[in-house]
């Protein structure tokens, strides 16, 4: 057992005593050998369930959604509480009945990537290459928020010194170029809809995409159907997507979901200066309006050639 684990255990065992929570979410041990699991811990019985290493992956925010009567514990990373920041703003979540147990965090590992010459008892900076590729370009390894904390403040720094590098190399290719690989992608889309399922800034009680009276999208596998399905998720989280990843590691068609949110982060933060999840004391990204706000997409040129879409 490691000290964070320890720290962990300690800390919820308190939590449960002084019923300050009623309920922990956090990960356990799965049935693979690098497959950690959600935990959802209500008693001290199962205290000892609860553990972190780096393949605690899954981002546990949205579970609070699921457990709104009750007090909640939850335990999330850096770039998770990030995504706690945007339901607050959302009021979606009671800050009142959720403690947050942050975790400092340098990086998950990807488990397709492991292969012998990785040490499991060294951190996950001294093994990058087997990190995700999210965890590359993270700029929060400690929470942004959080009301305990079970382990050291880690140095922010990022691992990849462009973290819109991926972005910029599909930016730079023509635009009927940057089509073709769209379609390309999205034709393997089966609409299972597991990207939509598990983000944690998806929150709306009947989406959208469900919706028949006006019908926005055909229930039918058609391309065009499936990139309005995907377009209309991605203006609906821009400004929301904090780049958890968890939406792509769960695609069975494995789509670059993230090349195209990362795209709308990036012309968020270069037009308005706006990065999620960094600020609770601020509105909501698309409830924000000021008159100094850039209007050049109204003339056009952000949708042609030149505009890098």
Wanted: proline share 4%.
């Amino acid at each position: 057992m490691n000290e964070i684990e320890k720290n962990l255990r300690d800390a919820a065992k308190e939590l449960l005593e002084k019923k300050d929570a009623d309920l922990i979410i956090g990960y356990e041990k799965g049935t693979e050998e690098f497959w950690m699991r959600p935990c959802f811990v209500d008693s001290m019985d199962d205290v000892d369930k609860l553990t972190f290493n780096a393949f605690c992956n899954i981002n546990l925010s949205k579970y609070i959604l699921e457990h709104k009567d009750k007090k909640v514990a939850v335990v999330l990373k850096g770039c998770d509480s990030k995504s706690i920041i945007a339901l607050l703003q959302e009021k979606q979540v009671n800050r009142e009945n959720v403690k947050i147990i942050g975790v400092p965090c340098y990086g998950v590992f990807d488990e397709s990537l492991i292969d012998k010459d990785i040490n499991y008892d060294s951190k996950a900076e001294d093994n990058m290459k087997f990190l995700r590729k999210r965890c590359l370009v993270c700029e929060n390894h400690n929470p942004v928020i959080y009301d305990i904390l079970v382990g050291d403040k880690l140095e922010e720094k990022v691992w990849r010194e462009n973290i819109y590098e991926e972005v910029e190399e599909i930016e730079k290719k023509p635009q009927k170029e940057r089509l073709e690989f769209f379609t390309k992608v999205f034709s393997r889309c089966i609409r299972c809809l597991a990207c939509r399922n598990i983000c944690p800034v998806c929150f709306c009680k009947e989406c959208l995409i469900d919706e028949q009276n006006p019908l926005w999208v055909e229930r039918k596998v058609g391309l065009s159907d499936i990139l309005m399905l995907h377009l209309i998720r991605a203006v609906h989280i821009t400004g929301r997507c904090i780049d958890c990843g968890n939406c792509e590691e769960v695609c069975p068609a494995k789509i670059p979901l993230r090349k195209i949110y990362k795209k709308m982060e990036k012309d968020v933060r270069e037009m308005f200066g706006y990065v999620p999840g960094r600020n609770i004391d601020l509105p909501p990204f698309q409830a924000t309006f000021s008159k100094d706000d850039k209007d050049e997409y109204l003339e056009g040129e952000r949708f042609g050639e030149s505009s890098k879409v």
